[in-house]
Every structure is written in C-alpha cells, then in structure tokens.
C-alpha cells in the first residue's frame, strides 16, 4: 500500500525534475521508483525504472562531471551496480 502511494507521489516529482534538469535527484528518484514498482509486484516497472536511473545517472555526470556519486562497496561503477539490482530480479536485458 505505502509503495503504491509512493510511486504516485514519485511522478509528481518526476514531472518537475524533468523539466529542471535535476539529473541528480532523478536519479535517486528513479531508483526509489524502481524498488517501489518491485515491491508491489510490476517487475517490468521496476526493470524500465532502473534503465532511466542509468539514463539519469549519465545525464547528471554529463552536467556535472565533478560530482561523486555513492557506488555501494563491492562494485566498481554505477552501472555494475544497477546490473546486478536487475539481475536479481530477473530482468530482461541484465547481464
């Protein structure tokens, strides 16, 4: 019930992060976006809202080639990191 009401919330958000550039909070977003999409079963969501984390998460690097994004221990890059969050549930196009 809680991620339901999230992800409404969410493409509230989304509308006007698009629209100002915030690749940076858009990234976040749509990560929350896809563990919340996960938890109320729509994997394919889930899978779609990850590949735009990743599209969020170039866009801000382009913008903003000094910034230092968090990569979680055990990971080399960002990317390795939202290939395994795909991986582990059973998206499509994960490695």
């Known amino acids: 019930m809680y991620y339901s009401e999230a992800?409404?919330?969410y493409s509230l958000a989304e509308k006007d992060l698009l629209q100002n550039?915030?690749?940076d909070l858009l990234t976040n977003l749509y990560f929350n976006m896809a563990w919340s999409s996960y938890k109320v079963g729509k994997?394919?969501?889930a899978c779609k809202y990850y590949d735009k984390t990743l599209n969020a998460y170039e866009n801000?690097?382009?913008l903003n080639p000094n910034s230092k994004p968090f990569i979680p221990s055990?990971?080399?890059?960002f990317q390795e990191y939202l290939?395994?969050?795909?991986?582990?549930?059973?998206?499509?196009d994960s490695v």
């Open 7 to 9: 992800l409404e919330f």
């Open 21 to 23: 550039k915030k690749y």
């Open 43 to 45: 994997v394919g969501n």
């Open 60 to 62: 801000n690097i382009k």
């Open 74 to 77: 055990g990971y080399g890059s």
């Open 83 to 92: 290939g395994s969050r795909k991986k582990g549930m059973k998206c499509n």
